[in-house]
């Protein structure tokens, strides 16, 4: 069995995490741990716990001193707050997920201009994974910390990277349009996020300074071996879960003569062709399909007259986005079926 603990298993991420790994047959859950909560049990911060899983929330002082115990920690914390639990969890040879953005991005002056935050581990920064399997898998088998990916660039480029790994496209712009639940932005009362700013409305935010962008563009660089120009805009939806990104490209000179739609979903068909969480579909992508599931949906539209491509991405943000995706990884670490504990019911509606 594999030994894990759960920093910040409060939050919206942390408590899908938790449930996730409680029905993971090869984990054995050692503690949780929660900032404002400890001493309680999940099931009286969480109702839907009681009955099915009633371990008691330590403070992160007690999680630190049971290190010892466990072989994986799960961090999902607001960001910043990563680093330090890392570097002590690395003293005590255990694995880390980090489910937040602190070491996401390669370069650390990018960070700490999109952050705000000074990082203080760089060495542990350089050693990290970025924690996208269906990318990255060769990698996250051999790390000790993973640094998985946010949720709006996990539909972003997994939409985007048949394209761009195949040079089909241009690179001097690609704007990517999201649209993500309320649950997104945590559990933590905001007023941007009560029931009256959000219920019947919806509205763009972060427009061209949202801390995504430099991550979506950090990977799709990679990708595309090309300085990309990215422009991200993300929105709020009057929904619980779920996140979905419109990507907006252009055919290149060299694709432009022989490409038509069904050659795109060629592309897509082999590039996730061994790809058990990704569904390339002829239909276009709903948050409806993917919700409660660890899946991203993907769909392109292709009109060869303008040569304009528009990529459909869908997930749900708590699972593909966070606590699955991380779920994901350490499967992949721990070489078992990729899919173990993810085989969830996906509730059309
Ligand atoms: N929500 C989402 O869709 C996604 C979230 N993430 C990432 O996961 C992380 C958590 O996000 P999310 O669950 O949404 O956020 P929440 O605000 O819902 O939860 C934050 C968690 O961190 C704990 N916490 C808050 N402040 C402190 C502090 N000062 N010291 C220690 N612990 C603290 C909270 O504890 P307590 O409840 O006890 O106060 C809670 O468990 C973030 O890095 C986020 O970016 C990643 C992908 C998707
Ligand atoms: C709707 C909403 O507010 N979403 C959050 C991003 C979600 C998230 O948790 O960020 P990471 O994926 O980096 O961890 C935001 O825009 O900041």
């Not at 252009?250 to 022989?258: G, H, I, P, R, T």
């Amino acid at each position: 069995m594999i030994k894990v603990g759960v920093i910040g298993a409060t939050g919206y991420a942390g408590q899908q995490l938790v449930w996730i790994l409680n029905n993971h047959k090869e984990v054995k859950i050692e503690f949780i741990s929660s900032y404002s909560n400890a001493g309680e049990n999940m099931g009286e911060v969480y109702a839907n716990y009681k009955k099915y899983f009633e371990k008691k929330l330590i403070s992160q002082e007690e999680a630190e001193e049971n290190f010892g115990k466990i072989d994986v920690l799960f961090l999902a914390l607001p960001h910043g707050l990563s680093e330090k639990m890392t570097k002590k969890a690395l003293e005590n040879n255990v694995k880390v997920f980090d489910l937040g953005a602190d070491f996401r991005l390669d370069d650390l002056e990018t960070y700490e201009k999109w952050y705000d935050v000074k990082h203080e581990f760089p060495e542990i920064n350089q050693s990290a994974v970025y924690g996208l399997p269906e990318l990255n898998r060769g990698r996250i088998k051999e790390s000790q910390v993973v640094a998985c990916t946010g949720c709006y660039p996990t539909s972003a480029i997994l939409g985007a990277a048949p394209l761009l790994k195949n040079k089909v496209v241009k690179t001097d712009k690609i704007i990517i349009d999201s649209k993500s639940g309320v649950s997104g932005a945590g559990r933590s009362a905001k007023i941007d996020t009560i029931f009256t700013e959000v219920n019947e409305n919806f509205k763009a935010y972060g427009v061209l300074k949202h801390r995504h962008t430099p991550e979506i563009k950090q990977e799709m660089d990679k990708l595309s071996e090309s300085d990309m120009n990215v422009v991200f805009t993300p929105h709020l939806l009057p929904i619980n879960r779920g996140l979905l990104s419109t990507i907006y490209l252009e055919v290149n000179e060299k694709w432009k003569e022989s490409l038509t739609e069904e050659k795109i979903y060629e592309i897509y068909n082999d590039f996730y062709k061994n790809e058990y969480f990704i569904r390339v579909t002829e239909n276009l992508p709903e948050i409806k399909n993917v919700k409660n599931s660890n899946i991203c949906e993907i769909g392109v539209r292709y009109d060869s007259k303008t040569g304009n491509i528009v990529v459909i991405s869908a997930i749900d943000n708590l699972i593909k986005g966070a606590g699955g995706q991380a779920v994901q990884s350490m499967n992949i670490m721990f070489e078992l079926e990729e899919n173990m504990g993810l085989e969830f019911l996906s509730m059309y509606i």
